[in-house]
């Protein structure tokens, strides 16, 4: 008797099964960030916070301050509060959200973690891995998309090897794309609206659609007009148009980017994994805007 065909929703990766950390978009807007020290670790830790709208406050004297750190300081005032010290004690943890230590004294990194313990705060120890509540990884940015790239502690340098990999099979109009998917379906909101029930259902639906049919590229060129034509041509017709059908035209693919200097990457199973993991991002594009713009409902 042949073998029933597999139940995918069933279907377990037991490869997938712990050793792992949970993957979130922390959302820090208006909440307070904590960076104890002022070198590169810290201009890095500014570097991914800067983007997420939270406030900061950075401890550190003056001549622990690298170039780019002081100058993150001199161009957000209104983000950055800065102080000209060390860490002083549990004190300033008080209205803090999140807390990143990026000093060499490992020492007092631990008394901070412990204190951040008391206090039930999330705290990053760097190059103290085995203290910390959550990892930075490698990430590419390109407007509302973020992909991040995690070894999980274990090798940070692989991390960066693999976002040039990755960042280079991206066609660049990703980041414009899902903008202009985010507006598509604000606009289809209103003309639609409702949360859930058989509405929600055919407006996701046509959405998918829409998204399946379409290039990357072609989600570039629509402006408030052609959303409108979209809307009528498509939505209202339970139809999806072709891009040239609203007046835009076929836009050639852009060649995958190449850092000056370059090596062709030798044959192996992890350059081999790229393929398949360019499919993931260019989903986590598409899910993205879906994910970001549902909070419209």
Known sequence: MADKPRDQDAFVNPFNVGGGSLMLAWQLKDKTVLIVGGGEVAS??????????????????????????????????????????????????????????????????????????????????????????????????????????STNGNGPRLSGLMRKKLQAGLSGYEGEAITKIGALRAQLKKRAPGVGGPLGRRRMQWMTQVCDKW???????????????????????????????????????????????????PTSSFSNAVPWSLGLITGAALSFAYIKYARLS
């Not at 690298?66 to 209205?95: S, V």
């Not at 059908?245 to 693919?253: D, F, H, M, S």
Request: glycine content about 6%; some cysteine; proline content about 6%.
């Open 44 to 149: 890095q830790r500014l570097d991914s916070v800067i983007g997420t709208d939270a406030r900061m406050v950075v401890l550190c004297p003056q001549s622990g301050l690298n170039a780019r750190t002081r100058r993150y300081i001199e161009l957000f005032p209104e983000r950055i509060t800065y102080h000209d010290r060390t860490f002083t004690g549990a004190a300033e943890l008080n209205e803090v959200d999140l807390v990143l230590t990026a000093i060499d004294d490992h020492i007092q990194s631990r008394d901070i973690v412990e204190l951040c313990r008391q206090a039930k705060i999330p705290v990053n120890a760097a190059d103290i891995p085995d203290l910390c509540d959550f990892f930075f990884g490698a990430q590419i940015r390109d407007g509302p998309l973020q992909v991040m790239i």
């Open 215 to 265: 290039d990357m590229e072609d989600f570039t060129q629509l402006d408030d007009s052609m959303i409108q034509g979209l809307l009528d041509e498509g939505w209202e017709k339970e139809r999806v148009p072709t891009i040239e059908e609203l007046g835009g035209k076929p836009i050639a693919k852009k060649a995958p980017s190449q850092e000056t200097g370059s090596h062709p990457a």
